[in-house]
C-alpha cells in the first residue's frame, strides 16, 4: 500500500480535532449536570432516625397508649414533615410500638373498642382483630401481625425508628 492511501486530508483533520475537542467540553459541562441529578439516588441511607415521642419509661404501662409524633421524611431535595402515630406500652416486660395500621386494608386499629373483645386491638372498617402482641387473629381479614417500630431508650425518654413488617 502507498502512503498517499494512509493520509488524513486537513478536512477530515480539522472535523476530527474539532469533534474531539467539542465533545471533551460537552462531557464536561454534562458531568456536573449529571452527578447533581443522581446525587440523592446514589447518597448513602444512614438508616432510619429515631425520633422522640414525648413519652418517658415511667410513663409506659401495661395499657397501650396511642401516640401522634412527627418524622422528617427527605426525598431528593424536597423535606417535608409526617405525621406517624404508634401504639406503645410494655408488654412482657419490654417496650412494644405497634404501627396502628390495619394490615388488611390500612384503616386504623385502636384499642379496646371492641365490648366483645376488650382487651384486644380492633379494626372497625372490616372487624379485623389482633392480639395484645398485634398478632392477627385467626378467622379475621387481616392477615398478618401489625408492623413494629424499632424502639430506642434515651436518658429515660422513648425514641420510635422505622416500621418493620412482621410475617
Partial sequence: MSEKNHRVSRRQFLTYTLTGVGGFMAAGMLAPMVRMALDPALEASGGAEFVSVGLSEDDLSEEPQRVDFNVEIVDGWYTSEQSRSAWVFLYEGEILA??????????????????????????????????????????????RPLDVYDVEVRDGMIYLGQINQRG
Avoid: A, K
Fill in 98 to 143: 405497634l404501627s396502628p395500621t390495619c394490615t388488611h386494608l390500612g384503616c386504623t386499629v385502636n384499642f379496646g373498642t371492641n365490648e366483645e373483645y376488650p382487651d384486644q386491638f380492633f379494626c372497625p372498617c372490616h372487624f379485623g382483630r389482633f392480639e395484645r402482641d398485634g398478632t392477627n387473629i385467626p378467622g379475621t381479614p387481616p392477615t
